[in-house]
């Protein structure tokens, strides 16, 4: 007979209690599942709702340490195992006429949240529509996808996280890729929310963290979330408020069955830096992610960050051509030509969703292309 590990299962509330009275908001991911959602293609836009259970599997980390032991918390590989596809595409035949598809229920769980953003920016001030992407790519000790694009993604670090997926999308953007500039001033990000001061003081503390010098802090960059093609629109509910979404959020998304992942990406554009201040080098993109080694010791990565030529991404080339940067390595603009496969596949699904093109498919799930553009989000 297996016996239920103690808070195997545990309230929201209680949740939020551990992560803040008990773990005093230090935590490097705080990882749950999902019960009920669906999926609504029918709409201009793909609509995806998920309701939040009363109580849910969770899972810590600390300091690269999981609290399974701790806590009697869940280990995060058992919230990531692969999801029973063949359930959903039963879903898919049985309601794809009628606009709402379910996505899980209490034995088709999917982990909860996830997360992330991607930058993008103008040639130069007088252009009327943003001409590149920039993004980091792994480097060659990354566990997974070594030396490939990818974008500044991770998990959930807070309760609520759960309620707002939108504040992952900040989170990791100034988490994972800063600026600097030629006389060594940081510039944190400003995200037009009132909260400039907040990203200030973290862009400082992420800077010393991944061991980069700077002298103090610029203007910072200004930072508007755009509207793109493939945007779906993301609402949360709660399971004590079943008639409004606690939060409604506009993004690209990502959908993983292999580790039961959903990711939402957010797509924002810097309003006062242009390719041709980086190309001029008065201003720097730099890596300022982390990991953490064999004694769970905090050390930096030395990522490439590339920049990505928007109207150079068809179904056709062969390769990516990028422009390089490596602040800590001083390169500053070399040309990179990467292979095409060499996309992590969120990265992938954005590539496909600001572009409104299918540049990147799965033809594991062709099955589901006689839903429209249900299958643009599985990756």
């Given at each position: 007979m297996?016996?239920?590990?103690?808070?195997?299962?545990?309230?929201?509330?209680?949740?939020?209690?551990?992560?803040?009275?008990?773990?005093?908001?230090?935590?490097?991911?705080?990882?749950?599942?999902?019960?009920?959602?669906?999926?609504?293609?029918?709409?201009?836009?793909?609509?995806?709702?998920?309701?939040l259970?009363?109580?849910?599997?969770v899972?810590?980390?600390?300091?690269?340490?999981?609290?399974?032991?701790?806590?009697?918390?869940?280990?995060r590989?058992?919230?990531e195992?692969?999801?029973?596809?063949?359930?959903?595409?039963?879903?898919?035949?049985?309601?794809?006429?009628?606009?709402?598809?379910?996505?899980?229920?209490?034995?088709?769980?999917?982990?909860?949240?996830?997360?992330?953003?991607?930058?993008?920016?103008?040639?130069?001030?007088?252009?009327?529509?943003?001409?590149?992407?920039?993004?980091?790519?792994?480097?060659?000790?990354?566990?997974?996808?070594?030396?490939?694009?990818?974008?500044?993604?991770?998990?959930?670090?807070?309760?609520?996280?759960?309620?707002?997926?939108?504040?992952?999308?900040?989170?990791?953007?100034?988490?994972?890729?800063?600026f600097?500039?030629?006389?060594?001033?940081?510039?944190?990000?400003?995200?037009?929310?009132?909260?400039?001061?907040?990203?200030?003081?973290?862009?400082?503390?992420?800077?010393?963290?991944?061991?980069?010098?700077?002298?103090?802090?610029?203007?910072?960059?200004?930072?508007?979330?755009?509207?793109?093609?493939?945007?779906?629109?993301?609402?949360?509910?709660?399971?004590?408020?079943?008639?409004?979404?606690?939060?409604?959020?506009?993004?690209?998304?990502?959908?993983?069955?292999?580790?039961?992942?959903?990711?939402?990406?957010?797509?924002?554009?810097?309003?006062?830096?242009?390719?041709?201040?980086?190309?001029?080098?008065?201003?720097?993109?730099?890596?300022?992610?982390?990991?953490f080694?064999?004694?769970?010791?905090?050390?930096?990565?030395?990522?490439d960050?590339?920049?990505?030529?928007?109207e150079?991404?068809?179904?056709?080339?062969?390769?990516?051509?990028?422009?390089?940067?490596?602040?800590?390595?001083?390169?500053?603009?070399?040309?990179?030509?990467?292979?095409?496969?060499?996309?992590?596949?969120?990265?992938?699904?954005?590539?496909?969703?600001?572009?409104?093109?299918?540049?990147?498919?799965?033809?594991?799930?062709?099955?589901?292309?006689?839903v429209p553009?249900?299958?643009?989000?599985?990756?």
């Amino acid at each position: 007979m297996l016996i239920k590990p103690l808070f195997s299962y545990m309230s929201l509330d209680f949740i939020s209690f551990i992560q803040k009275k008990v773990l005093k908001n230090n935590v490097e991911y705080c990882l749950g599942e999902i019960y009920n959602a669906t999926l609504d293609p029918m709409s201009d836009k793909i609509v995806f709702d998920v309701t939040l259970p009363e109580k849910t599997r969770v899972s810590f980390d600390r300091d690269g340490k999981n609290l399974m032991n701790a806590y009697m918390l869940q280990p995060r590989k058992n919230l990531e195992s692969p999801f029973d596809m063949d359930w959903f595409y039963q879903q898919v035949n049985e309601n794809k006429d009628t606009g709402r598809i379910p996505l899980a229920d209490k034995h088709h769980p999917w982990r909860w949240a996830a997360g992330g953003g991607i930058l993008a920016i103008k040639s130069k001030p007088d252009d009327d529509y943003y001409t590149h992407l920039i993004l980091p790519r792994r480097d060659k000790y990354a566990p997974t996808y070594k030396e490939w694009l990818t974008g500044t993604t991770g998990p959930s670090e807070s309760i609520e996280d759960f309620f707002d997926p939108s504040r992952i999308h900040k989170h990791e953007i100034a988490e994972e890729l800063n600026f600097i500039d030629k006389n060594g001033q940081l510039h944190p990000y400003d995200f037009g929310d009132k909260s400039a001061e907040k990203w200030q003081a973290f862009a400082k503390e992420r800077a010393e963290i991944s061991a980069l010098k700077f002298e103090g802090c610029g203007t910072p960059i200004e930072l508007k979330r755009l509207d793109v093609p493939g945007n779906s629109i993301i609402n949360v509910y709660r399971n004590d408020n079943k008639t409004a979404p606690i939060s409604t959020t506009e993004s690209i998304l990502v959908i993983d069955p292999a580790t039961r992942g959903i990711d939402t990406i957010g797509v924002y554009a810097i309003e006062n830096i242009t390719l041709e201040d980086i190309s001029s080098e008065e201003i720097t993109p730099v890596d300022t992610e982390i990991f953490f080694d064999k004694n769970k010791k905090p050390q930096p990565t030395n990522r490439d960050v590339c920049i990505l030529p928007i109207e150079k991404l068809t179904e056709e080339n062969s390769l990516l051509e990028l422009i390089r940067y490596n602040y800590k390595n001083n390169v500053f603009g070399d040309a990179l030509n990467l292979p095409k496969e060499k996309v992590t596949p969120v990265a992938r699904a954005a590539i496909n969703a600001i572009t409104g093109k299918e540049i990147y498919t799965n033809s594991e799930y062709d099955v589901l292309k006689e839903v429209p553009k249900i299958h643009r989000v599985f990756f």
